[in-house]
């Protein structure tokens, strides 16, 4: 079974900052996905960004970057120039890439809050 | 372009009453998927459907837990002699056809609070 884990329950960081979200995980599995979500304050949880396990290319999305390192199974969210809208909780999720599997693993979570 | 819409977004209902939540998936999508959130806890996968067939079930999903897809459009989430500890958010998602599936697109949730 997967475990994921990110270990900072809550961060903070000044407006226009950067900041790095923590993750790591536990599979067995070679080929799998690893995504970040945010959740906003009582809105829907979005896809922010996601990374698919044979890519050593980290991925980018605008303002969003990982830090990949599948070796070491890290996977960490960079936010540069902070914005007052990426307050939220921000959770690591992981999926297997098999046939058939598409239920997501998520982690506990890291609660952001971006200081004007 | 309407998003995943869950029914209600509240229930407060006494431990042993039955509940029964409702998930409207995006148009088009034919995978879905429940998930439970208690607090300070990220989402728990509970259970996925492809069209009307359920496909996996986590062990998290108890007898007292059924879910139906009847004709692979909205699913329903139905909960049993309700306990204090099934109070959580209770988060329904959809993704498309295409064969990866990277992205769920996820409802707003149902709060349960059982008392």
């Known amino acids: 079974a997967q475990t994921v884990t990110q270990s900072q329950p809550e961060m903070s960081v000044q407006e226009a900052e950067t900041v790095t979200l923590s993750c790591t995980y536990d599979?067995?599995?070679?080929?799998?996905?690893l995504f970040w979500y945010k959740q906003p304050p009582s809105r829907q949880m979005i896809l922010v960004i996601r990374q698919e396990a044979y890519k050593q290319q980290n991925a980018t999305e605008n303002r969003f970057s990982v830090n990949f390192q599948k070796a070491a199974k890290s996977f960490s969210l960079k936010i540069s120039d902070s914005q007052l809208g990426d307050t939220a909780m921000y959770f690591c999720?992981?999926?297997?890439?098999?046939?058939?599997?598409?239920?997501?693993?998520f982690g506990k979570g890291t609660k952001l809050s971006v200081i004007p | 372009d309407t998003g995943v819409s869950q029914d209600p977004r509240h229930k407060i209902t006494k431990r042993g009453q039955n509940v029964t939540f409702r998930c409207d998936p995006i148009s088009e999508h034919n995978r879905l998927y429940w998930y439970r959130q208690t607090l300070g806890q990220g989402p728990e996968f509970l259970t996925y459907?492809?069209?009307?067939?359920?496909?996996?079930k986590s062990r998290l999903l108890s007898d007292r837990f059924s879910a139906e897809r009847p004709k692979g459009s909205f699913s329903t989430l139905e909960i049993q002699r309700t306990e204090q500890g099934d109070s959580a958010m209770y988060l329904c998602a959809s993704s498309p056809r295409d064969r990866e599936a990277y992205e769920q697109y996820f409802g707003p949730g149902t709060r349960l609070t059982v008392t």
């Open positions: 459907f492809q069209n009307e067939a359920q496909l996996e």
């Open positions: 999720a992981f999926r297997y890439s098999g046939a058939g599997s598409y239920q997501l693993t």
């Open positions: 599979t067995s599995e070679n080929n799998y996905y």
